[in-house]
């Protein structure tokens, strides 16, 4: 199974400033065949479902605001939140869909 | 509008057996593969089980294999997991959700439920 490592463990960030969460696969998750990761970023608030906030590695889904970005290829990935407004604040998640199983990081907590 | 709503949950003894259905609208069920995700209290989300749209590619979790079944209803828009042989470590909050793209069983998720909780308890 691919490993997936998240740091830190949590954060704790002012209002407006940048929120920076790692991720590290245990082997590469990208496909050679058509140069794409395989690596989504959930963002998760208390009492809700994830959220999907991030596909391929990159790709910020519809309506996701433009402060969260990421990036990142093969091993090492980062989802970065450019100016941390309150309603960020919430448990982030990574997670390969390169090789079954599908697995998750442990989670970031980014607080204010 | 996409809605995924799960139900089933609740408390159920060491050994028992629960059977958890989710209700899936505002898309083309059959086209999508379907997803069970978990998570304990107060820890990460663990992938369960998948199933494709036909049915004909279905996974597990190596920790449930032979314990929990999914299967789905495309007539009714509804996917199932059955949940036998509970432990208490299987007590979590289980969410449904639809496969946006899926390699080889392995999914990202972009529309999920509210989850339901199982208590495994004597």
């Known amino acids: 199974d691919i490993v997936m490592t998240q740091s830190p463990d949590s954060l704790a960030v002012s209002l407006g400033e940048r929120a920076t969460i790692n991720c590290k696969s245990s082997?590469?998750?990208?496909?050679?065949?058509?140069?794409?990761?395989?690596l989504a970023w959930y963002q998760q608030k208390p009492g809700q479902p994830p959220k999907l906030l991030i596909s391929?590695?990159?790709t910020r889904e519809s309506g996701v605001p433009d402060r969260f970005s990421a990036s990142g290829s093969g091993t090492e990935f980062t989802l970065t939140i450019s100016s941390l407004q309150a309603e960020d604040v919430a448990v982030y998640y990574c997670?390969?869909?390169?090789?079954?199983?599908?697995?998750f990081g442990p989670g970031t907590k980014v607080e204010i | 509008e996409v809605q995924v709503v799960e139900s089933g949950g609740g408390l159920v003894k060491p050994g028992g057996s629960l059977r958890l259905s989710c209700a899936a609208s505002?898309?083309?069920?059959?086209?999508?593969?379907m997803t069970w995700v978990r998570q304990a209290p107060g820890k990460g989300l663990e992938w369960v089980s998948s199933?494709?749209?036909?049915?004909?590619?279905?996974y597990y979790a190596d920790s449930m294999k032979g314990r929990f079944t999914i299967s789905r209803d495309n007539a009714k828009n509804s996917v199932y997991l059955q949940l036998n042989s509970l432990r208490a470590e299987d007590t979590a909050v289980y969410y449904c959700?639809?496969?946006?793209?899926?390699?080889?069983?392995?999914?990202?998720?972009?529309?999920w439920g509210q989850g339901t909780l199982v208590t495994v308890s004597s």
């Open positions: 959700a639809r496969g946006d793209y899926c390699s080889g069983g392995s999914c990202y998720m972009n529309y």
């Open positions: 505002g898309f083309t069920f059959s086209s999508y593969s």
């Open positions: 199933i494709s749209g036909s049915s004909t590619y279905i």
């Open positions: 082997q590469s998750v990208i496909y050679s065949s058509n140069n794409k990761n395989y």
């Open positions: 391929w590695a990159s």
């Open positions: 997670q390969q869909y390169h090789s079954p199983p599908p697995t």
